[in-house]
């Protein structure tokens, strides 16, 4: 976790709504969750009304194990927003979270740590203005902490 | 088989930035060249398509357009496909014709860009929710995902992608309007400039700037009686699939599959049918990916099929002749209505300089959001 997460308060913050407002609530207290579709099993990310796989209207929240491996990143040098500028150079990456769903978010670690596409990845909870988001940082490959 | 002609171009020479004009003005003047380029007038166009969010204008965009231009069309509207728009609208266009809805119409984009314009998006949708928050704004993390994820798939190099890109370049010398007329590049230039988003290096991202292009579209049978050889919209197809990179079906291939073979089904033609590739190339992983996708190479070796051919004006298969958006320029929506203008000055045999022989097939495909919105044209030369 980075010192210059929490100081930035300008970074853009998260914009719930009715529907996904269950998500940031349990982020703030360090839960990671995703829906579930009742009908066809299939987790929904991000959050919805319905199930996008089968029309289902009946979706169930549970608590995501928060491991998945890294289909692809980036080191953003030059952050499209300029908030992230101080924070650049950063890894941002899609995550196939184990659970069944893929979502974007920022490693923890050093843009210079030799990362690949496929690593096995685990969630941090960092601060982000006055928001905790859901990290990510790589798993030794000594499975350590 | 075709449902329409493209009988008129008109496009403004891209430029870094503009003053002292609004994006319709930019639009009146790209739509009056094509028209007149068309041998039409103004009471001539009862269709109109527009873009969304002209500049001076977030809604009912088709009406101030109409107002502006002095045209009381029989069917107007917005079409919000990103890059993917241009081609969109020649479909459209077509069909609207086919419906009886309107005999002629007016298909127009452009935009300005001003020094020092920060552009925001006011949007709350799933995007400015789960992607913004963590750092990725914009579309340039997006295709660097797709850039490494091909790479770390298939092997694909930054040389191999740069390759493409100084292609292009290269054909841009040969036409005057391009932003880099003048400016040549070599593999070192594009490998040299600075990351933007690893593995994405400055010069194979797309220049914003300012611009504006139009086309008009009629009955291939009213198209013969007007000044230019018709160039017939003989094929189209069109997928839409997410909009967040993090919903994407694949991370190496995308919607332009299915709408380039829907293209090729309805023309009766296949890859090795084209005479040209003006390919939609916001960045050169996008070159690399539609060539896949177009079956002009085969999955996974874009890579070094682009090293191997000469891609320039010279080669069989031209790419981008115009300098594509990375070198001709990129004017909003009107970038990827570049690649249609080129086509019909190639399929006319207008191209100056950098004419092809015997351009009859030209294959144009539209990309917008990252590999989200696709669609794709076969153009064809009429017989005489
Ligand atoms: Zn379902």
Known sequence: MTNKDSKAASYPPPTPTAVSAPFWEAAQEERFVYQQCADCARAVFPPRAHC?????????????????TIASFTVAHRPGHPAFAELAPFVLALIDVQD????LSRLTQNPDAGLQVGDPVRLVWVASGDWKLPLFEPIPVDGGQ | MSAGAIVGVGELAPQRYSAGVTTLSMLATA?????????????????????????????????TVAEYLGLQPTMANVVDLGGATAAGMAWRAAA?????????VLCVLGNINERGRVPRSPNRNPIREF???????????????????????????????ATAVVAQRENAQLNPK????????????????????????????????AGAAAFIVTSPERARDLRHRPVMISGAGEKITHRAMSQAPSLTS????????????????????????QLYDCYSIVIALTLEDAGVCPVGESGPWMVE?????????????????????????????????????????QAGERQIADARTALVTGNGATLSEATALVLQREDV
């Open chain 2, 254 to 277: 995308g919607p332009l599959k299915a709408a380039i073979a829907s293209a090729y089904r309805q023309s009766g033609t296949g890859p090795a049918d084209m005479d040209m590739l």
């Open chain 2, 31 to 63: 739509a009056i060249e094509a028209t007149h380029d068309a041998g039409l007038s103004r009471g001539d166009i009862d269709g109109l398509l527009v873009g969304p969010q002209v500049g001076e204008t977030p809604q009912h965009v088709p009406a």
């Open chain 2, 309 to 349: 051919n000469d891609l320039t004006w010279r080669g069989p298969q031209p790419l981008n002749t115009h300098g594509g958006q990375l070198s001709f320029g990129q004017a909003d929506l009107a970038g990827g209505m570049s690649h249609i203008v080129e086509a019909v000055h190639q399929l006319r045999h």
């Open chain 2, 178 to 209: 391009a932003i880099f007329h003048g400016t040549p590049l070599t593999v070192d230039d594009v490998l040299n400039s600075p990351f933007v988003v690893e593995p994405l290096r400055l010069l194979e991202i797309v220049m914003p700037c």
């Open chain 1, 100 to 103: 069944g769903f893929r979502l």
């Open chain 1, 52 to 68: 996008p796989h089968c029309w289902s209207q009946t979706l169930a929240w549970q608590e995501s194990t928060g491991e998945g």
């Open chain 2, 131 to 161: 992607d913004v928050p963590f750092g990725a704004s914009g579309a340039n993390t997006s295709y660097a995902f797709l850039a490494q994820r091909h790479m770390a798939r298939y092997g694909t190099t930054s040389a191999q992608l």
């Open chain 2, 96 to 104: 609207a014709i086919q419906a009886g809805m309107c005999q002629t």
